[in-house]
């Protein structure tokens, strides 16, 4: 008897009985934490018949696999200002998504530590923007930011800054509150549903091909996340951006001892405590090349672990659970690309070069009023497309 | 299949010592006077009789055998409690696998007692909770 091999992707996906409508008023690609975003946005608004759609499950991307942090100590005006936005509603998101669970949203603060004296200019010159945009934020010595974080190691430390309303939420979660609230608005959700081909006439969106048939639209929202750039290259847009591995461990509960999300840039690598009680953390790597890749490798965890038992040696008690990767969204300023581009009813939403957790309530408003023609709520001309063949990059310092 | 099921019976530490001890016995673990022989996964030898303590009483055991048969010998049964419902945990799966034997030893918590080997003064105490975290090692 000969056996067909069969991921269970696809053993799940040909149970599924959900047809593929004729037609939509609004396509979304991707079913990360920002395509669901844009999708309950849109609908919120009364759009019409939105369609999105997720080649895998939902969150089975970048959102799944990432840091899971909310910060809104950023370098740049146009970082902060988003960012604030969006804590704002991570606040009332629960409540507002009229969600079952809970996003696990941990107000515990973000402890940036300064190791070199550029790093601490730096970090100055944020804090004056940062409290001139009412951002709660203020400069720390190695001492003040060990009374936050007890089981900090001070060794090298310059300064720190502290946020205390930065903080960190269950991407999982939020992804599913975004969901099921645009469930609720009549948004069709089609998971291990892969779009193939994007259908132009004249320069114009008239629909989506994918593994379950076409959809009719005029609409298409691009938040695929580190795929973007393929999906892009479906109506013959190059857009400047680049697949980037980050690789993350987990370890095993404890009673919660870790308030803040502690994180350095020089260093480049973040940690956080759960509310359930693990310890999540990461660390960019300069030497990773652009690509898909999403193996984890013996490396990290050795890196990780030595420089972690650096900064927080009490954590050098705890055992790793897993670790895993996931794929930054890469743009040459580390900022995102929101809007439309040449190809009419082809909007972007993506490059978050590693933020797009933290920015996607914010980012679904945008997009959505966008897309209704409006004026954004926040100026966001800054970050379109056209911005790189301008040259008016808007670089963003803070960034691991 | 033997295996898995006198360690469930094993698993639960309500049962008596007399049905834990029967169900150490089935899976060839016990000697006649209740300390663990043969272990699944390590080799070790009766070293020299050392003394550690368990929540503060003072127990002795070899030196170098695991925790957990040391605690086993001294008649303890219960090894943890559940983080949910906080029912009482026993020796489980005895290689460090199934966090039934967390505890926290010498202040490092989560301590996978069935396969950390014994030493002279130890320190072991019944975890309560996920484990404390110390700021000072």
Known sequence: ?????????????????????????????????????????????????????????????????????????????????LSIDSVRAFERMDDELNYSRSIEFKQGGYLLLAYTRREADQ?????????????????????????????????????????????????????????????????????????????????????????????????????????????????????????ERHQILVTEPVDPVLGPMVMSFSRRFYCQQTPHGSFIMGMGDPKEKPGFSISGTWE???????????????????????????????????????GPTPCEGF?????????????APVTGKLISEIVCDEEPSIDIHGLDLGRFERGELVIEPSVV | MQYILTSAFASNANSGAYGINSAMEGM??????GRIKHHPILEFKEGRKVRFTFDG??????????????????????????????????????????????????GRPNVRVCVERLREGMNVITQKGKGVLLADK
């Open chain 1, 1 to 81: 008897m000969k056996v067909i091999p069969m991921t269970w992707a696809k053993a799940v996906s040909s149970c599924s009985l959900d047809n593929l409508p004729k037609t939509a008023d609004a396509v979304v690609i991707g079913g990360g934490v920002i395509g669901t975003s844009i999708a309950y946005h849109l609908a919120k608004k009364g759009f019409g018949r939105i369609a999105l759609l997720e080649r895998s499950y939902l969150a089975s991307g970048s959102t799944g696999r990432c840091g899971a942090g909310v910060r809104q100590q950023w370098g740049t005006r146009l970082n902060c200002l």
């Open chain 1, 123 to 243: 970090f100055k010159k944020n804090v004056l923007l940062q409290q001139e945009l009412g951002i709660p934020v203020s400069l720390l010595t190695p001492l003040e930011a060990r009374e936050i974080v007890p089981i900090l190691s001070t060794d090298g430390v310059l300064l720190a800054t502290f946020c205390p309303t930065d903080g960190h939420a269950n991407p999982f979660h939020v992804t599913y509150a975004y969901a099921s609230a645009g469930k609720r608005l009549g948004v069709d959700l089609h998971t291990f549903t892969e779009a193939h081909e994007i259908l132009t006439e004249s320069g114009k969106i008239t629909g989506v091909k994918t593994n379950k048939g076409t959809i009719s639209t005029n609409t298409v929202i691009n938040a695929a996340g580190p795929y973007s750039g393929v999906v892009a290259q479906m109506v013959g847009l190059d857009i400047p951006f680049y697949p």
């Open chain 1, 300 to 338: 990290f965890l050795v890196e990780m672990a030595t420089e972690i038992t650096k900064v927080l040696p009490p954590v050098g008690n705890l055992s790793v659970v897993r670790q895993w990767a996931g794929l930054y969204d890469m743009t040459p300023d580390a900022h995102p690309i929101l």
């Open chain 1, 347 to 359: 909007y972007l939403a993506c490059g978050f070069s590693g933020h797009g957790f933290m920015l």
């Open chain 2, 28 to 33: 060839g673990l016990v000697m006649d006077d």
């Open chain 2, 57 to 106: 009483k003072e127990l002795e055991g070899y030196e170098g055998e695991p925790i957990a048969c040391a605690l086993h010998a001294a008649g303890v049964r219960v090894l943890k409690e559940s983080p949910e419902l906080k029912r009482p945990r026993g020796f489980f799966c005895a290689i460090g696998n199934c966090s039934s034997c967390l505890m926290t030893v010498d």
